[in-house]
């Protein structure tokens, strides 16, 4: 039978959820978000079905509810949710990157009449908005659910079931176990991300080449710098305690590295601090998507010309290689430019370096 879902927050998660479920399934879906703007997107871009003004109605029609709002927002519309009249087998599940205090609330507002199910795509962008959302944003990542104790086996399967085109790979856990590992690996490089921008922002207002020259590694790691502070700042104030303490352990760390650096006359010591870094970095499955990103990247040395670009594009067009993304790293000026070409999955990386090659490039 034809299901009824809302979706609450049409944004860039909630828009990829909608697409990948109805990828899968005939349903029909709602959308509500307080900018009324991003809902009219989303139905022009077939992510939902229609865009209602009020919550009640689509609500109490829904076997389906998914919210996918700032984490904040999310618990206000979960006390909403309360005060209405749900169908007895409604599932409600959220997206939000922390879970402790939505669990917390679901388990004051719910239960056992009510299913709620905490959840949480490990995946994304730092954009944000339905127009960049993608039906395959989740794909290979990690999904996390937080079931309440009550809360039957079956129901777990039967959201599974609804998010199966989501291709993600599905992990229940503890809502505290949760925000303390996404605290770790998420959350407080966030906190790191925007604090190495704001660093080089007090250095750069000294020197203006400092933002020009400011690329490649320096890119990479402060991207998730560029998100959404909203969303951010929601996150931040539901997972304060797991960073306060990971926040203790940095300056501990930090403090460290100041003492290395002070005393190691011949290198040594740091050589051995980045080694052991390398070391744990390259057992993690950054090939997997998570809280590292899979990104199939190959570099390709170019010259910088017209129509450089447009040259590989077709080779990879012509052998049938999607590619995700293109960037020109800006680090290296002058006859050669670095291209760096994102690609779908591990074989299409490989098949591209090797008729990239055959074709005379040199890639790495
Ligand atoms: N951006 C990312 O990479 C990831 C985000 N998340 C979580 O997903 C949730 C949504 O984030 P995004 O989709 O990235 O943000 P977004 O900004 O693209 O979308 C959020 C939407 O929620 C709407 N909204 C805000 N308050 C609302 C309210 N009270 N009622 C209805 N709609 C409301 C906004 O207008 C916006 O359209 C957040 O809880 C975030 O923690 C989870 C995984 C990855
Ligand atoms: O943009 C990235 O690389 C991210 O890490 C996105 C992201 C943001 C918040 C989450 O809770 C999960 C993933």
Not at 132 to 143: C, P
């Amino acid at each position: 039978m034809k299901k009824t879902v809302l979706l609450v927050g049409t944004g860039l998660i909630g828009g990829s959820i909608a697409l990948a479920i109805r990828k899968e399934h005939d349903c029909f879906i709602y959308g509500f978000d307080i900018n009324f703007e991003q809902v009219e997107k989303a139905v022009s871009l077939q992510v939902i079905d229609e865009a209602v003004r009020d919550l009640e109605e689509p609500a109490e029609k829904a076997d389906l509810i998914i919210l996918a709002s700032p984490v904040e927002e999310t618990k206000k519309i979960m006390k909403i949710l309360a005060s209405y009249k749900l169908k007895e087998k409604v599932i409600i599940t959220d997206v939000g990157s922390t879970k402790r205090d939505i669990m917390k609330l679901a388990n004051e507002l719910w239960n056992g009449d009510v299913t709620f199910i905490g959840g949480h795509p490990m995946a994304g962008s730092h954009k944000t908005g339905v127009e960049s959302a993608k039906a395959h944003l989740f794909e290979n990542a990690f999904y996390c659910l937080t079931p309440q104790t009550t809360t039957p086996y079956e129901k777990i399967e039967e959201l599974k079931k609804m998010l199966k085109g989501t291709n993600s790979k599905f992990l229940v856990l503890d809502a505290e176990e949760h925000d303390y590992i996404t605290g770790a690996v998420s959350h407080f490089p966030h906190v790191i991300a925007a604090s190495l921008v704001k660093q080089v922002k007090k250095h750069s207002d000294q020197n203006p080449f400092i933002s020009m020259l400011a690329a490649g590694g320096f890119r990479d790691i402060t991207r998730i710098a560029s998100s959404s502070p909203r969303m951010w700042k929601d996150i931040v104030k539901q997972n304060r305690d797991n960073l306060l303490d990971l926040l203790d352990d940095w300056i501990m760390e930090m403090r460290n590295v100041k003492s290395i650096l002070e005393s190691d006359e011949n290198g040594k010591a740091i050589a051995r601090y980045f080694q052991e870094a390398k070391d744990f970095r390259d057992t993690m499955p950054v090939r997997a998507k998570g809280a590292i990103p899979s990104y199939y990247d190959l570099f390709v040395d170019i010259v910088d010309q017209p129509g450089a670009i447009a040259k590989i594009a077709t080779i990879l067009a012509e052998n049938e290689i999607s590619i995700t993304n293109i960037n020109i790293i800006e680090a290296r000026e002058g006859l050669l430019g670095v291209l760096q070409v994102t690609l779908q999955t591990e074989e299409h990386r490989i098949k591209a370096r090797t008729v990239l090659e055959q074709h005379g490039y040199e890639t790495y």
